[in-house]
């Protein structure tokens, strides 16, 4: 399987993008598709995932209201739409998929994301 992110950039505090990511390959054996994010100097945190039914969706703290994670299963692409972006949201963001929601196996090259204030 591979994933394919696109959609990073530069905005400005208050606005708004979206990532998408694309897998391709043997997709059929994925359940599980969610959004990571390292910073410079720090690790690598989880954002949100959600599943091919879509009843398990879930998003840190961090992100909760602001962003929304959806799965177009046709497509086999996952997308992360973040609203109202803070500073503090710049990193880089990856793309990770899996058949289960414990274990990642795949993962994209990732996209940054950089807000400025």
């Known amino acids: 399987v591979q994933l394919v992110e696109s959609g990073g950039g530069l905005v400005q505090a208050g606005g708004s993008l979206r990532l998408s990511c694309a897998a391709s390959g043997r997709t059929s054996s994925i359940y599980v598709m969610g959004w990571f994010r390292q910073a410079p100097g720090k690790e690598r945190e989880f954002v949100a995932r959600?599943?091919?039914?879509?009843?398990?969706?879930y998003y840190s703290d961090s992100v909760k209201g602001r962003f929304t994670i959806s799965m177009d299963n046709a497509k086999n692409t996952v997308y992360l739409q973040m609203n109202s972006l803070k500073p503090e949201d710049t990193a880089a963001y990856y793309c990770a998929a899996g058949a289960s929601v414990a274990k990642y196996e795949y993962w994209g090259q990732g996209t940054q994301v950089s807000v400025s204030s």
């Open positions: 959600t599943t091919r039914t879509g009843f398990s969706t």
